[in-house]
């Protein structure tokens, strides 16, 4: 069974840009999260799609968005990068909720230069 | 608000000795909690996941426990072996079916 599927590895942004980040969860799973990693806060929550649906939000600005489709993979985007947002971004997919336990992926690792 | 914390911050032991790693969280009304590793630069990886109507899960070498009551759940590692070199983090829902929060984590080296 396939697990979680993150894409791309690595990436390097200039500030001002954009990035797009996705994530493929494990089939038949229906909830994707997002979560921030750095050295400084550690892991902290973005947002989480069900269904298509936000469900749940961080407290991050609005230049940190998603969606979800409809085969349940998941995309996140930041606008107008800043240093800042250098971090390791997860994603992490679970059956329904939090409940059934989080499967991570391999992260993208962004940096902003 | 849920918060958790992991004590100790760092580990350094011998190959072959058993270790327990700690986590402790503000709000007892949890449901489940799951323990996962990291090793530097990847993603985590998911060890064991404790249903609050359970005390204790275990896989191989690793044990856990959960005490509601106190608040905290410990990881037990058995004759540790240097490939148990990684970063030890514990999760705990914020409310009902809500997002995980995460601990600091506890680093680990297990020494050849």
């Known amino acids: 069974k396939a697990g979680v599927t993150q894409t791309p590895r690595y990436l390097i942004k200039t500030r001002g840009q954009q990035v797009t980040l996705s994530c493929s969860p494990i089939?038949?799973?229906?909830?994707v999260s997002w979560y921030q990693q750095t050295p400084g806060q550690g892991l902290q929550f973005l947002f989480e799609y069900f269904s298509e649906t936000q469900r749940n939000k961080g407290n991050f600005p609005g230049r940190f968005s998603g969606r979800q489709f409809s085969n349940s993979r998941s995309e996140m985007n930041v606008s107008t990068l800043e240093l800042g947002d250098s971090a390791l971004y997860l994603c992490?997919?679970?059956?329904?909720?939090?409940?059934?336990?989080?499967?991570f992926g391999s992260g993208t690792r962004l940096t902003v230069v | 608000k849920q918060e958790v914390t992991q004590i100790p911050a760092a580990l350094s032991v011998p190959e072959g000795e058993n270790l327990v790693l700690n986590c402790s969280f503000t709000d007892s009304a949890i449901y489940n909690l799951q323990w996962f590793r990291q090793d530097p630069g990847k993603g985590l990886t998911s060890l064991l996941l404790i249903q609050s109507s359970q005390r204790e899960q275990t896989s191989g070498r690793l044990n856990a426990s959960l005490d509601k009551s106190s608040g905290r759940s410990t990881l037990y590692i058995a004759a540790s072996q240097p490939g148990d070199s990684a970063t030890y983090l514990c999760?705990?829902?914020?409310?009902?079916?809500?997002?995980?929060?995460f601990g600091p984590g506890t680093r680990l080296s297990v020494l050849p």
């Open positions: 089939s038949g799973h229906r909830s």
């Open positions: 999760a705990v829902p914020k409310a009902y079916g809500q997002n995980f929060v």
């Open positions: 992490a997919s679970s059956l329904e909720t939090s409940f059934d336990g989080y499967t």
